[in-house]
């Protein structure tokens, strides 16, 4: 129905930017077309990096980051869809939104061979990027992203806010947090801490999965226990959260990403949630541009404790276990995903009738390129398995989900470094 292009000119090199709608579909496609009339060729993406002296990892980095903010900037303040902090379907509409955005971010989606980007002549590019949306019949569409490799405005240091013993700050790649010494009479006393979360003192901690344009930071602590958080206030003014503890336990500390429906905020602080009826708990609030104050740990919780609609329903892998003596034997996994957060496992051993049961719950604790990492508590009869995987739901379009072990018990006997694909029943 209709074809349009830009022109970006550096030099001898032209690139062209094609964008088409076509007759049946909302769906707008793009192409990219390089050519340099010095030499006469058309120079492929590596090439084409090298021109301008991008290394290939930061440009794949600042991709993903553009693509993510792009998502944010749809869904993250939700304006217009109605999600607000305090609505009763909160954790699972937001674990849905989160589900989306860790498909925006996912490993399958950025390979240079096959990106579509334009320089724009001052060190940045326009790139034609798959960005995950709740409307549509793909579930996705191309949309313009702007990437900005090289360093960010905090190569020097950024914003830095603390509590108690632990610190935190913003770096040119997101955040990092430290712990620090405390006397063994203050409260919390870090050394009861570092003995059960096992953290080493004075030592940087980056977090993975921080891909805002973030503003500021606070550091704050929920609940009856010292259980502190990270709070990211980006540009656009929304929030982000890390669980700090959670993420270190498990051997992922990574963002949890935004806080969906919280929009123009302006500030954090700490203070108390009083339940009503004379008790309550340490809470951080956000602020918003009139006055208003949110329970974000609430939300946290809410979120948490819930699986994406994508995963949820019966799904089985079939894996070929190696013992010691070289050999193998087959065995099937039945797992069932339920949309609170429950999981159940029937660990089948084939031609033994009765399975080997697994069930409790799961908690989301953030959104790396490897998927939406959850910590997990389960129990076979009184013995506890205890870790962390990520979920990675990329093809579940195509009836596919993959979970890749991060920490604890491996519970599909996934190879080293390697991962399960299940496939829908």
Known sequence: MEVTWQSYWNDS??????????????????AVYHYDFETGQRPDNLELLDRFHVDEGDFIAALRRGAARQFDSHYAPWGTGGLSPEDENYGGISIDLAALRAWTVAEENFSLD????CPNGDGTFTAFQPVASIAGGNGWYYEPVLVEPGPGDWADGGPQAEDAFVSAWLTDDGVSVSFAKSQSRDFPDSETYRRAYGFAYDTEYPVAGCYGDYQDIFVGASGQDFCPYVFLLTT?????????FGGLWHGCLCSGGPLYGFRDI????????????????????????NGRKYDMPACITAQGNAMPSYAAGKWCANVYHSVASGASYEGVYYLSIHENGLVEINDVIVSID????????????????LGMVYQFGLYSGDQLREGAFALDLYNTDYGEMTITPISGVNLFDAPGGGYTIFSRL
């Not at 090199?13 to 793009?30: A, E």
């Not at 009765?354 to 390129?369: D, K, M, N, R, S």
Request: charged share 20%; aromatic share 16%; with cysteine.
């Open 114 to 117: 096959l990106a579509m980007f």
């Open 266 to 289: 302006v500030s954090f602080e700490s203070g108390v949630y009083e339940d009503g009826f004379g008790g309550g708990y340490e809470t951080v609030y956000a602020v918003d541009k």
């Open 354 to 369: 009765a399975p080997l049961q697994i069930a409790g719950y799961c908690t989301y604790l953030g959104t790396t390129e």
């Open 13 to 30: 090199l032209l690139s062209l930017s094609i964008r088409v709608l076509g007759w049946t579909s909302d769906l707008i496609d793009y």
């Open 236 to 244: 656009e003014g929304t929030v982000e959260y890390i669980d700090i």
